[in-house]
């Protein structure tokens, strides 16, 4: 089954990613526009691209639900993406990073908001690690798991994932509930970022984050297939 589930969710992964260069053209396009001083209405863009990325995470629910563990091991990332996964996901920092990297016309008033704001994700995403460490303490003994922890992420053996029946379920749920916790973190922080920006502004935040996650999944897997031709 986990098989099955993999599998489906790598296929709308594909799919996923073949519409995200497409928002990305438009969001370019869109940014272009601006700064040629051709005013056009991007909300209905904007709404599009949210709506996007909340098919994305409503998948990625039921992946979750189906079998956790493969949210946290997800076989069809490659090493490079693996390697920025905290609690299933990218850091809710990331999309700070993204601004101060696509932003130079930050006013001191959102500069002032965007800080505040960063400080209360960044207490929110402490807690999701602790509450993540106290649930790896609570079968840390083996032969039950074989994970390392390192800034609330987790590695899983491969014979784990394939026993699941080793784990309790009550400890699959706590997961499922941590990483719906994490992905809730995510979304807040990047609907909250948007409310203090301006439209031309949100485009431009939009269109660097798919950038990066593009370019991102593409030296990754190049790097992967580079590997596996030197094996």
């Not at 798991?145 to 749920?173: H, Y």
Request: aromatic share 10%; proline share 3%.
């Amino acid at each position: 089954m986990a098989d099955v589930n993999a599998a489906s969710f790598e296929a709308f992964l594909q799919g996923w990613m073949v519409r995200q260069k497409e928002f990305l053209g438009e969001l370019l396009s869109a940014q272009q526009q601006y700064q040629e001083g051709r005013r056009a209405d991007v909300r209905p863009l904007i709404d599009r691209v949210i709506c996007h990325y909340g098919q994305y995470f409503e998948e990625k629910s039921k992946l979750a639900h189906h079998n956790i563990f493969l949210v946290f091991s997800p076989p069809w990332f490659s090493s490079l993406e693996k390697s920025f996964l905290w609690v299933g996901g990218f850091k809710p920092g990331v999309a700070f990073q993204v601004v101060n990297t696509a932003l130079r016309d930050l006013t001191e008033d959102q500069k002032e908001k965007l800080s505040q704001l960063k400080q209360e994700s960044k207490v929110k995403e402490r807690t999701l690690n602790d509450d993540l460490a106290k649930l790896q303490e609570s079968v840390a003994d083996p032969p039950l798991v074989d994970m390392a922890r390192s800034q609330g992420r987790l590695c899983f053996s491969r014979s784990f994932m394939v026993d699941q029946g080793l784990v309790p379920s009550s400890f699959k749920e706590k997961l499922e509930n941590l990483v719906a916790d994490a992905d809730a973190l995510r979304t807040d922080t990047a609907l909250k970022i948007m409310k203090i920006l301006r439209p031309a502004q949100i485009v431009s935040f939009m269109a660097s984050a798919a950038e990066l996650q593009i370019k991102i999944r593409s030296w990754g897997l190049d790097k992967d297939a580079q590997n596996a031709g030197q094996n």
